[in-house]
């Protein structure tokens, strides 16, 4: 017999089905068994009657989370035992036989509640448990609709999606990079990109024109609240776009992914609001300003863009790209608005240039930002002047990009969001790491799979690290 899946039971009252799955709820009434069944697509209520020995024998023993396989008869449920707000709420099976496909130690938590009043480092140490929970699936397989609602979108825009290296070379983009050694390079490393903001940029001087990734980013930062080591964004580039253009392309993009994945929600203001850095700040303290009206609507989104970035900002302690008094507010590879391009190529004024970037902000938290890139190579080297790089450092470290933007570079800009603060709002959820399959603590601990870990001697030798304790 082949498997019928629990979704697919209810319109075969009178047949006989053979359902594969866990072991959901067990109560043992003595006489009779009754087992509630869950697979990937729901849950379903059984029952084993004192007629069928060999099955009540089986069903004594059982516990939750157990792997079973059984056959059952469908029946519907008397009248007065139907859930009509239930799925398979008018149905049970009638258990004829069970095989044990596999057991399973008690679960080190309740897996049918939420989660959130279950300690979290624990569920962290046994995701696979926690992720058989409905909230975690729910999470994982919005998630994946949401990409997928993405990646269609922007095929039929005519993006094209490339996939850039893990391996590479650090880009700036504020935080440390984690670095790979090489093996057969002793002494040299890889760094695990921050963002694919080089690459993205080349492809535009590659003529890829509308390019966009699902892309995984790493960053080395010291435990901040709501952050992961590695998380996930939608990149994008795009070549012969104005500010708006990118904007507006963004914009549709979120209008129409909500209205098809979220109809339970409405968003405040569309268009999406526009507000300078400026005018945020003395309105609203910050650059990601709350605009919704009412706070305690889980479903109100209240997007806006925030535009006209100061370009620079003087170096403190968590700056760690600037060597000299300066490092840039976003992203170094920005264009100075127009205006500034006199004070921006004499290096004068530098607190007052303004550059080509915009973040975009949901309901208090930033979800996004980009900017209109400089492809002029001089300005682009004036930029890490600035922030007090050496000639040496600048040929050394960005070289390529300097001589890629002499080679017929199109004017271009781009964006990249946050896909899992945007998916944390979206689903409602506390933080990020509910939205994640596999999150790491704040310490940045993986606690599954216990890294990072010390490595072996063995190891270490072939690439010639010792390790000074
Ligand atoms: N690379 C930038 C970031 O990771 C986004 C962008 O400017 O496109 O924040």
């Not at 516990?63 to 859930?83: C, D, G, L, S």
């Not at 850039?164 to 057969?184: D, F, K, M």
């Not at 998916?423 to 994640?436: A, D, G, T």
């Amino acid at each position: 017999m082949q498997r019928t899946l629990i979704k697919n039971i209810s319109p075969l009252v009178g047949s006989e089905v053979l359902v594969q799955g866990w072991i959901d709820v067990r109560r043992d009434q003595g006489k009779m068994v009754f087992l509630d069944l869950r697979d990937y697509t729901g849950k379903i209520q059984g029952v084993v009657l004192p007629n069928h020995t060999e099955a009540l024998d089986v069903a004594q023993k059982l516990r939750t989370e157990w792997v079973v396989e059984v056959t059952a008869q469908v029946n519907e449920r008397p009248e007065k035992n139907i859930k009509a707000d239930v799925v398979n709420g008018d149905v049970e099976l009638e258990i004829l036989s069970i095989q044990v496909l596999n057991e399973a130690e008690t679960p080190a938590f309740d897996i049918s509640t939420d989660g959130l009043e279950v300690g979290e480092t624990v569920r962290m140490e046994y995701k696979y448990l926690d992720q058989r929970r409905a909230r975690i699936q729910r999470n994982m397989r919005t998630r994946h609709r949401v990409i997928k609602y993405i990646r269609d979108y922007l095929d039929k825009e005519s993006f094209t999606e490339v996939e850039t290296p893990l391996l590479t070379n650090p880009t700036p983009e504020g935080a440390r990079s984690y670095l790979v050694p090489s093996r057969i390079y002793p002494g040299s490393f890889y760094a695990l990109p921050q963002s694919p903001q080089q690459y993205k940029q080349l492809l535009m001087v590659g003529g890829l024109e509308k390019y966009f990734q699902i892309a995984r980013c790493m960053r080395d930062e010291d435990t901040r609240g709501d952050r992961q080591p590695e998380f996930t964004q939608l990149d994008i580039e795009m070549s012969f776009a104005t500010k708006e253009e990118v904007r507006s392309l963004n914009e549709s993009l979120l209008i129409a992914l909500i209205s098809s994945l979220f109809p339970e929600k409405r968003i405040q203001t569309v268009p999406f609001p526009v507000i300078t850095y400026k005018e945020s700040m003395e309105k609203y303290g910050n650059d990601r300003p709350d605009l919704r009206e009412d706070k305690n609507d889980p479903n109100l989104l209240s997007f806006a863009w925030i535009v006209d970035f100061p370009f620079f900002e003087k170096t403190g302690e968590e700056n760690l790209d600037g060597t000299g008094e300066w490092t840039f507010t976003h992203n170094p590879f920005s264009k100075a608005q127009d205006k500034y391009k006199e004070d921006l190529l004499k290096k004068e004024n530098v607190g007052e240039i303004i550059a080509e970037q915009y973040d975009i902000t949901l309901n208090g938290f930033e979800i996004g930002g980009g900017s209109i890139r400089e492809h002029n190579a001089d300005a682009l080297r004036k930029v890490f002047e600035i922030m007090g790089y050496s000639d040496e450092r600048i040929d050394g470290n960005f070289g390529h990009m300097l001589k890629a933007l002499k080679s017929g570079c199109p004017p271009h800009g781009g964006i990249a969001w946050g896909l899992d603060r945007l998916l944390m709002i979206l689903l409602n959820e506390p933080n990020i790491r509910e939205v994640i399959a596999f999150p790491k603590t704040g310490e940045g601990k993986d606690l599954l799979m216990e890294s990072p870990s010390p490595a072996p001697e063995k190891t270490l030798k072939e690439l010639k690290i010792s390790i000074n304790k």
